[in-house]
């Protein structure tokens, strides 16, 4: 239980253990006050995955904490706050500056949801920016999944002018569109074509399907210029590149559509399918700067949170929630998150081969090979 636990301590953000106190984890705890003890019990559940009986047990032999397994979950509550601030902490160490030039700011936006056990268990949505080339997270925020702001949306996510985001069709909506634009930022996202509303250059209504038919043959990409309204705004012009898939691409694409449309007892449109035969994507990146090729290129990149989300949920076992209440349910996904920004600070500094395993005392910071 002592093997590398110093070592481990000095990648904690500066300032972890006076944030306990200020952020109410120890109030109220008669013993074991000690925010070292507290945190290296509660990493026992949350980074080795053992219950929460098996974690007391084994503090309790290792001469870490001597509590019962109700009492752990009740310091997990009060622990919430806690938790998200560390993860604060060590988003502001590394910030969110990806290049040397601040103005390039390349970010792929996503989200997951986590649910809790049984019938009547809630789902809670993470929602989670990644940054390119470090990979490293530069944003979350965990929301419930029913009701007002809890949707998929460029407007759950602070963007800054510079940015430029790559996103899926979830994202693929006006509003969110129009949010990052106003703010000086540039977007890709996958066209969701039930929910974007597209006009031509002139104002009119854009037929999206008959542009998509020209596109006969894979490797053949199209370019139209068009522009995304809203009620009330100024439309925000942009571009959309349009590429056919290939004949394979094309079978697994709409083997999907017809299972669902087939369980569900419905028709498939024909609209439906002939859309599943590209990839279409609508862009505000600089026409300058990039042709669309790059800009179909770049969109590949956003698979990379689609792989952090996979090793969240196979390796930091962010998988269903093992807890029974809101709170306790919130400080959990932030202590497993704690617990993955932790390992991507681990690998960050693991920039070389040594046969120690860890960056020495003054060595200067490593920098980023990608």
Not at 23 to 48: F, N, V, Y
Not at 180 to 193: C, E, G, K, P, Q
Request: glycine share 6%; charged share 25%; aromatic share 8%.
């Amino acid at each position: 239980m002592n093997e590398d636990w110093p070592l481990l301590m000095s990648f904690f953000p500066a300032g972890w253990d006076e944030l306990a106190a200020s952020c109410g984890a120890l109030k109220g705890l008669r013993k074991d006050k000690s925010p070292e003890q507290l945190l290296r019990t509660l990493l026992i559940h949350l980074g080795c995955g053992h219950s929460l009986r098996e974690t007391v047990v084994r503090a309790r032999e290792a001469e870490i904490a001597d509590l019962s397994d109700v009492a752990l979950l009740k310091r997990l509550r009060k622990s919430k706050a806690w938790l998200y601030a560390m993860c604060v902490a060590l988003f502001r160490e590394r910030g969110v500056v990806l290049s040397s030039e601040a103005r390039f700011q390349v970010r792929l936006l996503d989200a997951t949801t986590v649910k809790e056990p049984g019938k009547t268990g809630s789902l809670w949505r993470i929602h989670y920016s990644v940054s390119l080339p470090s990979l490293s997270c530069d944003y979350f925020k965990l929301t419930e999944t029913q009701g007002v702001g809890t949707g998929e949306s460029l407007t759950q996510f602070p963007i800054q002018a510079g940015d430029y985001i790559r996103a899926d069709r979830g994202y693929s909506t006006a509003r969110g569109i129009y949010h990052a634009s106003a703010r000086n930022a540039f977007v890709t996202v996958r066209v969701n074509t039930r929910s974007l509303p597209l006009q031509d250059r002139q104002g009119r209504p854009f037929d999206l399907l008959n542009a998509v038919r020209t596109v006969k043959k894979a490797g053949i990409r199209r370019v139209c210029k068009v522009r995304v309204s809203i009620q009330g705004r100024a439309p925000v012009p942009g571009r959309l590149c349009v590429i056919r898939k290939t004949e394979q691409a094309i079978t697994l694409a709409q083997a999907p559509i017809r299972r669902q449309a087939s369980q569900k007892g419905r028709t498939t449109k024909p609209e439906t399918l002939e859309y599943a035969q590209y990839v279409i994507l609508f862009t505000t990146f600089p026409e300058r700067q990039f042709s669309p090729t790059e800009v179909l290129e770049w969109y590949r990149l956003r698979w990379q949170v689609a792989s952090v989300f996979k090793r969240f949920k196979s390796i930091a076992q962010l998988g269903h929630l093992p807890k029974h209440d809101d709170e306790s349910a919130k400080a959990w996904l932030y202590g497993k998150l704690l617990v993955a920004l932790l390992v991507e600070k681990l690998i960050a500094h693991a920039c070389d081969i040594s046969p120690w395993g860890y960056r020495l005392a003054g060595r200067q910071a490593p920098q980023c090979v990608a």
